[in-house]
């Protein structure tokens, strides 16, 4: 599935660098029929503009890193990937082969039924569980917002805190909706500033990218990291003619 844009008015406050953005862009290789060969051209697109990291299917994290390696780049990769519904034995022994494959960051899928369910404990328990695999990476908790109410999204974001995690995340990019200003604007107000939002699903200009940061996103996932990155530094040789 694939989810519409982010529809929002061109952009008019200042323009950061390309670096800036680039570091905050997790270039994103998840689709299920990505070949090998789209897989080495994505690593190579995060690698020419030194995004934060690189997040792609568990299979392709041992070859990614191997393939980044002095880079910069971050490998990061996917746990529950898309549904969530994995058992959280299943989950943790998933993040713990991940990290040993060389994984810096885990992007994992919430139990969405028992977030809706109301059992704040049972999601948070798995967090934590995944949390104490990832030993010390970065875990990033993805609610999958299209599936949940604005209560539901505000528990999620809090269990995902007490559980320790790094960011809470909107979306899979696989569900009926992605990112939305709204979901950014009520997740970055229900965690501290330890937690840091990740913006993903739909996120695929510059103009849709600067407008979540500036209510609280941190990161996004992107599979049109070049599109973004040219735009901007089009826009930037253009203020500076």
């Given at each position: 599935?694939?989810?519409?844009?982010?529809?929002?008015?061109?952009?008019?406050?200042?323009?950061?660098?390309?670096?800036?953005?680039?570091?905050?862009?997790?270039?994103?290789?998840?689709?299920?029929?990505?070949?090998?060969?789209?897989?080495?051209?994505?690593?190579?697109?995060?690698?020419?503009?030194?995004?934060?990291?690189?997040?792609?299917?568990?299979?392709?994290?041992?070859?990614?890193?191997?393939?980044?390696?002095?880079?910069?780049?971050?490998?990061?990769?996917?746990?529950?990937?898309?549904?969530?519904?994995?058992?959280?034995?299943?989950?943790?022994?998933?993040?713990?082969?991940?990290?040993?494959?060389?994984?810096?960051?885990?992007?994992?899928?919430?139990?969405?039924?028992?977030?809706?369910?109301?059992?704040?404990?049972?999601?948070?328990?798995?967090?934590?569980?995944?949390?104490?695999?990832?030993?010390?990476?970065?875990?990033?908790?993805?609610?999958?917002?299209?599936?949940?109410?604005?209560?539901?999204?505000?528990?999620?974001?809090?269990?995902?805190?007490?559980?320790?995690?790094?960011?809470?995340?909107?979306?899979?990019?696989?569900?009926?909706?992605?990112?939305?200003?709204?979901?950014?604007?009520?997740?970055?107000?229900?965690?501290?500033?330890?937690?840091?939002?990740k913006a993903a699903g739909g996120?695929?200009?510059?103009?849709?990218?600067?407008?979540?940061?500036?209510?609280?996103?941190?990161?996004?996932?992107?599979?049109?990291?070049?599109?973004?990155?040219?735009?901007?530094?089009?826009?930037?040789?253009?203020?500076?003619?």
């Amino acid at each position: 599935m694939s989810v519409t844009s982010i529809d929002v008015p061109p952009y008019a406050g200042p323009l950061p660098s390309v670096r800036e953005v680039a570091a905050m862009i997790d270039h994103s290789l998840l689709r299920p029929e990505l070949t090998r060969a789209e897989v080495l051209a994505g690593l190579a697109t995060a690698s020419e503009y030194a995004t934060a990291s690189v997040c792609v299917r568990p299979a392709d994290v041992a070859p990614a890193v191997a393939e980044l390696r002095g880079s910069g780049v971050v490998v990061g990769t996917v746990v529950g990937f898309p549904h969530g519904g994995a058992t959280t034995t299943t989950k943790v022994r998933e993040t713990a082969e991940l990290v040993a494959l060389g994984a810096g960051e885990i992007d994992m899928v919430v139990d969405i039924g028992r977030l809706r369910d109301g059992d704040a404990g049972y999601v948070e328990e798995q967090i934590a569980a995944v949390v104490a695999a990832a030993d010390g990476r970065p875990v990033k908790v993805i609610l999958e917002n299209a599936y949940l109410s604005d209560e539901q999204k505000v528990a999620g974001c809090a269990a995902s805190e007490r559980a320790g995690a790094a960011y809470v995340k909107t979306s899979t990019g696989f569900a009926a909706g992605g990112a939305t200003a709204e979901d950014i604007a009520l997740m970055r107000r229900s965690v501290s500033p330890r937690v840091g939002v990740k913006a993903a699903g739909g996120v695929r200009t510059l103009d849709a990218l600067l407008t979540l940061h500036d209510l609280g996103a941190t990161r996004f996932g992107a599979t049109t990291t070049t599109a973004i990155l040219d735009d901007l530094a089009r826009r930037l040789a253009s203020r500076d003619e």
